[in-house]
């Protein structure tokens, strides 16, 4: 999930290059554990593969991790972060494996025939972690902390935006309160929005509309997070930075008790699909280097391989407010010299798929059409030769995360064609993980590598909170007022099928304009121990584990 940010899938596959790109393994977003991490949760099982004698407790699942960026759901923007946080804490609704919107802390909600006001009544049995009974108030203070000025919450205008009264709360011009969330009784909580939105129930399920517990975060405020009292399917029984991330069963958890007893994740350094061979996780993702191998049916890895479709897509953003992607000409052209077909096929070996447009195949408004620039070097110098930078380009930096000595390997061959085709010297600088996000939220980077993983299946998610022009999450600056004008009418419009042209004809304009150059669709490659039992990949981040089962 995350409201961003495609690099923990990016990573695993780019993993195998580390050796030609350097320092990519620092920032791992499912980088493996040490062997002897976690007091002897890195032993080995009885498993499908490998051949250590068994140890593990019967529904224990181990999977490689990494330490979250923060566990308060308020503030999360991350995939790597969400992982952990869908799980340990819940709202009023939740996704399905399917992708279906169903009531979670809530029973049921009923809405208002104009569309305007959501009224939720809650489970008797909602209960936090501790066993206190979560009531409506739990729900406004919870939705009022995420969306207040103090938190300053990076994800609150653009997932509670919505609610009447959000807006004014967080910019601190309005006391008492947010009006648009109103406590009835004990069990029943009124929100109402300000227009009538067919995506705002899907947007109550991302992390900052999530319940956290009043008591322990003003007790504690600084630290609660590091046991946080949730209301999810898990609680979380450790935490040893940078060794292990503990996750036990809730079993008062409102839709049902976990499969799982224990979810054991393992942080430290080490090659997951090694240790997954060696019996040591029961899951691993399979970098480039690996691939042909899990790929093939006859090879030891080949019966335990996993393919998936992503809600995802990496990309170049250029700063529409920054010289020179302040002229259109200059990003058309650098994304008409770049052959994104040709890497995908030869760096990565086709375990990502060119990206066709924004909207990833399987969602709702997905076209099958080709709306990117294509590769073509002559059309690429015509496009610059109208730009007002043809004859002094003014110095160009793009950013990624890493901490090598050179810039990953797509971005060198980009480098490359964009010197010898267009004249064009790109410098890359390289930064760690959390000052990207802080830089890119805060569009201060000219140029960046980054990505987008779907937080629900709706065009909005995307096309709206990335380019609307008065979106808190557009952090390259674009602006077009036949785009804002056709996204403002997809927020309102009622029919399914008028809605989502709306979002296809906004879709084009803004990939004709190049503020993002669209580069991979992901793909999940994960090997799987027989042993566990219904495992999959959904396409973005949704609560999962309580469905898996470990049959030993």
Not at 21 to 28: F, I, K
Not at 32 to 54: F, Q
Not at 491 to 505: I, M, S, T
């Amino acid at each position: 999930m995350s409201q961003n940010r495609i690099l923990a899938m990016m990573l695993s596959v780019l993993a195998g290059l580390v050796l030609v790109v350097g320092g990519l393994s620092a920032v791992l977003l499912l980088s493996g554990g040490d062997d002897t991490a976690g007091g002897g949760d890195g032993t080995g099982t009885s498993t499908s593969i490998g051949g250590n004698p068994a140890e593990a407790a019967s529904g224990r699942l181990r999977l490689g991790g990494s330490d979250p960026v923060t566990l308060d759901p308020h503030v999360a923007g991350d995939a790597g972060s969400a992982e952990y946080i869908v799980e340990i804490f819940s709202g009023l609704v939740t996704l399905t494996p399917d992708l279906e919107i169903v009531p979670d802390l809530a029973e049921s909600f009923d809405v208002s025939p104009d569309g305007l006001t959501y009224t939720f009544t809650l489970r008797e049995n909602a209960k936090f972690h501790t066993g206190r009974q979560v009531k409506a108030e739990d729900v406004k203070w919870s939705i009022e902390r995420a969306a207040s000025r103090q938190l300053s919450s990076p994800t609150a205008i653009a997932y509670l935006g919505d609610i009447v009264g959000v807006r004014e709360h967080f910019f601190g011009l309005a006391e008492g309160g947010i009006p648009g969330v109103e406590v009835v009784d004990e069990r029943t909580v009124r929100i109402t929005i300000d227009a009538p939105k067919p995506y705002f129930l899907a947007k109550l399920t991302y992390p900052t509309a999530f319940v956290v517990d009043r008591q322990q975060v003003e007790s504690n405020p600084r630290n609660w997070t590091r046991r946080p009292n949730g209301t999810g399917p898990f609680t979380l029984a450790e935490w040893r930075l940078g060794e292990r991330i503990v996750l036990q069963a809730n079993r008062d958890y409102v839709l049902g008790a976990p499969k799982l007893s224990e979810v054991v994740y393992l942080l430290s350094g080490g090659s997951l699909l090694t240790r997954f061979e060696n019996g040591e996780l029961d899951v691993a993702p399979v970098s480039i280097a690996d691939i042909e191998r899990a790929r093939d049916p006859n090879s030891n890895l080949g019966p335990f391989y996993q393919t998936s479709q992503e809600f995802s897509i990496s990309y170049i953003a250029f700063n529409t407010n920054v010289p020179p992607f302040d002229d259109v000409h200059v990003r058309r052209a650098m994304g008409l010299a770049i052959d994104r077909k040709r890497i995908a096929e030869v760096t990565f070996s086709n375990m990502l798929a060119p990206a066709t447009g924004i909207l990833m195949p399987g969602m709702p408004g997905y076209l099958d059409d080709d709306l990117t620039l294509p590769f073509d070097p002559e059309a690429a110098k015509a496009e610059l030769a109208l730009s007002k930078y043809a004859d002094a380009m003014p110095p160009i930096v793009i950013t990624e995360v890493g901490a090598g000595a050179e810039a990953r390997t797509d971005t060198q061959a980009f480098l490359e064609q964009w010197r010898t085709i267009l004249g064009i010297n790109v410098e890359v600088r390289q930064t760690d993980f959390a000052t990207f996000l802080a830089d890119q939220d805060a569009g201060r980077l000219q140029a960046f590598n980054a990505g987008w993983i779907m937080d629900y299946p709706d065009p909005e998610d995307i096309l709206d909170l990335k380019f609307h022009s008065g979106s808190s999450l557009n952090d390259v600056a674009y602006a077009n007022p036949e785009v804002d004008n056709l996204l403002d009418r997809a927020r309102v419009e009622g029919d399914p099928a008028a809605r989502l042209g709306l979002y296809q004809q906004a879709e084009r304009l803004i990939v004709s304009e190049a503020a993002w150059l669209p580069l991979y669709f992901s793909l999940g490659h994960t090997v799987v121990q027989k042993e566990v039992i219904g495992w999959f990949d959904p396409p973005m981040v949704v609560p999962r584990l309580r469905f898996i089962e470990v049959s030993r």
